[in-house]
């Protein structure tokens, strides 16, 4: 016997291969579904990178005006 359950040399029946259709919907239905989730949580990882690096952003802008906006307070005119 082989691993698939039938005897040594005999040849495979298409029988035992042919899927119902709601087996291969199934299927196809799960692969979808799995494909789906994968790139939602790769969206939702790049999302809060790229949110993280606007903030950064923000937060050095804002820190370079208010250097600029000292440096031309204490400037003497």
């Given amino acids: 016997?082989?691993?698939?359950?039938?005897?040594?040399?005999?040849?495979l029946n298409k029988e035992v291969i042919k899927m119902h259709w709601w087996e291969l919907a199934c299927a196809i239905f799960y692969g979808l579904l799995g494909l789906f989730t994968i790139c939602f949580f790769v969206a939702l990882v790049e999302g809060i990178f790229d949110q993280r690096r606007r903030e950064?952003?923000?937060?050095?802008?804002e820190e370079f005006?208010?250097?600029?906006?000292?440096?031309?307070?204490?400037?003497?005119?």
């Fill in 1 to 11: 016997m082989t691993l698939a359950g039938r005897p040594e040399g005999k040849k």
């Fill in 56 to 61: 950064k952003e923000q937060r050095e802008r």
């Fill in 65 to 77: 005006q208010r250097r600029h906006s000292q440096d031309s307070n204490n400037s003497p005119l």
